[in-house]
C-alpha cells in the first residue's frame, strides 16, 4: 500500500466526528472551528520504542498511550480535549499493525470526543508524536505556578504501578502482574477530574517523571516547599506487595508513568474537593501541604525525616536508572 492509501484507510477516520473540525484528515491542514471565547491548550508529546514503551507493546496498546499521556497533559492544565494531530514514523509500511494501531487510537479519542484530524506520516524507527487541543475559559487553566504555602497536596488514583509494570514486562517479578502492567500501557488520563479541579485547585501537574519530580516542578514555579507524608501515598495492592523490589519509597515516588494528577488546594476549597470527588473514577489523597521555603521535606509515621534524592527520568540527565 502507497503512503496516501495507508492514511485514507486507517487513519482517516479515527475518533469522533466533532461538529467543530470543518475540514478534517486529507487536505493540505485541518480547519477548526475553536468555541468563541475559549482558550486552546496545545500539548504535545513523543513515544519512542524502547524509551517510552517497551519494544514488544502492542500496536493497540502504543497508540493508546500516546494520546493517554497527551490527555493527560491537558487534564492536569484543566482544559476539555477536541482535537488531536499524529506524526507517525513507521519502519514499513505493515497494515495489520496499523489496523491494531488505529483501533488502540480510535478508542480512547471516542471516550474523550476528541477527532484526530490530521498528521503526517513517515519512514524510520518506530516513533509517534501526538498533539492535542484543548479547550479552557480564560483563567480557568490549572497552571503550576498558583500553589501557596498552607494548600494541602493532593493526588488522584495509586502511585508506583507503572513503573512496577515495567519490572514485570522486564521479568523482573516472579508473578505477572496484571494491573500494574495494564496501568504501564494504558495509563488512564485524569480528564474529567482535570475539568472538575477548575477553580478548586491552586496548581496542578501530571505525574509523569515521578512523583518527587514532578511536585518538584510544581514547588519550582509556585516559589515554595513541601512536606509530604510519605505513609499517606496511596499504593495499590501490587505495589505493596512488591514494596521491597521496587526500593520501597525511593523507588515508588520516583517511579515514572503513572499519569495520576498531583494537584494542591486552599484549604477554603478543601470541602468542595472531598463533595466533587465522590463522583469520581478514582480516589484521592492528602499527602502533604505546601509550606514556606524550598525543596521537599518527606516524613515518616514518626515524623522523622527521610532522605530520599529525586531521580525522575531525564532524557539528558547522567543515566543512573
Ligand atoms: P502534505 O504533503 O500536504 O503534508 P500528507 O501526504 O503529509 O500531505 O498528508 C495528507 C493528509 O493526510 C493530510 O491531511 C494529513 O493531515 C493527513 N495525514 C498524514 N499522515 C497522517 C497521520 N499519521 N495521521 C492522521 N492524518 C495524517
Ligand atoms: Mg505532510
Known amino acids: 500500500m502507497s503512503e496516501f492509501d495507508l492514511i485514507s484507510s486507517y487513519l482517516s477516520k479515527i475518533g469522533s466526528r466533532r461538529d467543530d473540525v470543518i475540514l478534517g484528515v486529507g487536505d493540505d491542514a485541518a480547519l477548526v472551528a475553536p468555541k468563541a471565547g475559549q482558550q486552546l491548550a496545545i500539548a504535545l508529546d513523543t513515544l519512542i520504542s524502547g524509551v517510552h514503551f517497551p519494544v514488544n507493546t502492542t500496536p493497540e ?38 489496523k491494531a494501531f488505529a483501533a488502540g487510537f480510535d478508542q480512547l479519542a471516542r471516550q474523550h470526543d476528541v477527532q484526530l484530524i490530521g498528521g503526517d506520516t ?56 496484571v494491573f500494574a502492567t495494564a496501568r504501564l500501557n494504558r495509563p488512564s488520563a485524569r480528564v474529567h477530574e482535570g475539568l472538575a479541579l477548575r477553580g478548586i485547585a491552586s496548581a496542578c501537574i501530571d505525574v509523569s517523571d515521578g512523583l518527587l519530580a514532578d511536585l518538584q516542578h510544581i514547588l519550582d514555579a509556585s516559589h515554595c516547599g513541601a512536606i509530604m507524608a510519605v505513609y499517606d501515598v496511596p499504593l495499590s495492592e501490587e ?4 514494596f521491597e523490589l521496587l526500593e520501597g519509597w525511593p523507588g515508588v515516588l520516583n517511579a515514572g508513568d503513572d499519569y495520576e494528577l498531583c494537584f494542591t488546594v486552599p484549604p477554603s476549597h478543601e470541602p468542595e474537593l472531598l463533595q466533587v470527588a465522590e463522583q469520581w473514577d478514582c480516589p484521592i489523597r492528602c499527602i502533604g501541604e505546601l509550606c514556606e521555603g524550598r525543596g521537599i521535606r518527606c516524613v515518616d509515621k514518626n515524623g522523622q525525616t527521610l532522605s530520599l534524592t529525586t531521580h525522575g527520568y531525564d532524557h539528558f540527565g547522567s543515566v543512573d536508572e
Not at 73 to 86: E, F, K, N, Q, S
Open 61 to 98: 496498546d502504543i497508540a493508546y498511550k500516546a494520546l493517554a499521556v497527551n490527555l493527560s497533559d491537558l487534564a492536569a492544565i484543566g482544559a476539555d480535549p477536541v482535537w488531536a494531530t499524529l506524526a507517525l514514523t513507521l519502519p514499513d509500511s505493515d497494515e495489520s499493525w496499523l
Open 122 to 177: 513517515t519512514r524510520g524507527p518506530l516513533s509517534i508524536s501526538v498533539q492535542v487541543a484543548g479547550e479552557v475559559p480564560p483563567g480557568k487553566a490549572l497552571r503550576r505556578d498558583g500553589g501557596k504555602p498552607g494548600d494541602k497536596l493532593y493526588v488522584t488514583g495509586t502511585i508506583g504501578d507503572a513503573g512496577l509494570g515495567l519490572k514485570s514486562v522486564f521479568g523482573e517479578v516472579a508473578d505477572e502482574l
Open 239 to 242: 505495589v505493596s506487595s512488591h
